[in-house]
C-alpha cells in the first residue's frame, strides 16, 4: 500500500500537485528524489516552495546542488529561502560556500535565512547579520518591511537554538501587537503568518511551544499556516 501511495504522488508530482510534493517529502521517499529535483525547474513558484521544502525534508544530498541553483538564481525570494532552510536540514558541509555568498544579498530575507541556516550547519559567520536584523529599521513608512526582516532574522536565531530569536517571534505574535504596535491589522496579521511559517519549516524543541501558541490565533491564515 505504502509502494502505491508513493507511485501515485509521484504521477501527481509531474501535474505539478503541491499536495504531492509535500507528501513525498513527509513520507522520506528517497525513490522521488530525481523526480523533485526536476520539478524545481517548474515555471510555478509555489510548486517549487513546495519542491525545496520536501527535498529537505527527504535530506538527500543529491539534492544539495540544485537547491544551491535555487538559492543563487531563482526569482521569487520564498523559493530561495526555502532552499536555504532544505540545505541546513541535509546538512552537507558542501553547501556552506553557496550559503556564504548569500550572505549579504540585496534582500535581506534570504540573507537571513542562509545565516540561519548556516547557525545550524555549526558556521557562525551569519551571527552578527542575524543579530542586527533583530533590530532593523528602514525608517518611515517602511514600518511591515522592518518588520518582516526583524522577523525573518529572528526566525532563523530561534530555528538555530538562539532564544534571542524566540523573544522577537513571541513579540510578533502578541495580539496587542507588542513592539509592532505601528502596524495596521492586516500588516500585523501577515507578519505573524511569515513567522510561523518560517518556523514551521524546521521546529524545534525550542520552537515547537510558539508554534502550538500560534494555534490559538483569531486569524485564520495565521493558525493555518
Known amino acids: ?11 501527481m508530482l509531474r501535474r505539478e500537485s503541491c499536495d504531492a510534493a509535500e507528501l513525498l517529502g513527509l513520507m522520506r521517499c528517497g525513490d522521488a528524489v530525481d523526480d523533485l529535483i526536476g520539478a524545481l525547474n517548474s515555471k510555478n513558484s509555489d510548486f517549487r516552495i513546495a519542491t525545496a521544502t520536501a527535498l529537505g525534508d527527504i535530506a538527500d544530498p ?20 526555502m532552499a536555504a532552510l532544505a540545505l541546513a536540514k541535509i546538512g552537507d ?14 534582500d535581506e530575507r534570504v540573507a537571513y535565512a542562509a545565516a540561519g541556516a548556516l547557525l545550524q550547519l555549526g558556521v557562525k559567520e551569519g551571527e ?16 511591515y518591511a ?19 530569536g524566540i523573544k522577537v517571534i513571541k513579540s510578533a505574535l502578541r495580539r496587542d501587537k507588542g513592539p509592532f504596535a505601528n502596524l495596521g491589522s492586516t500588516d500585523h496579521k501577515y507578519v505573524r503568518t511569515n513567522a510561523v511559517m518560517l518556523l514551521a519549516v524546521r521546529p524545534t524543541k525550542l520552537t515547537r511551544g510558539v508554534l502550538a501558541k500560534a494555534l490559538y490565533d483569531p486569524e485564520r491564515d495565521v493558525y493555518r499556516s
Open 1 to 11: 500500500m505504502r509502494a502505491a501511495e508513493m507511485d501515485y504522488q509521484r504521477s
Open 62 to 81: 543529491r539534492a544539495v546542488d540544485c537547491l544551491l541553483n535555487a538559492l543563487k538564481a531563482d526569482a521569487h525570494w520564498n523559493v530561495r529561502i
Open 93 to 106: 558541509r558542501r553547501c556552506i560556500d553557496g550559503l556564504s555568498r548569500v550572505l549579504h544579498d540585496q
Open 128 to 143: 552578527t547579520g542575524l543579530l542586527s536584523g533583530l533590530e532593523r529599521d528602514l525608517g518611515p513608512g517602511y514600518e
Open 146 to 164: 522592518s518588520a518582516v526582516f526583524r522577523v525573518a532574522a529572528a526566525a532563523a536565531l530561534a530555528t538555530a537554538g538562539d532564544r534571542r
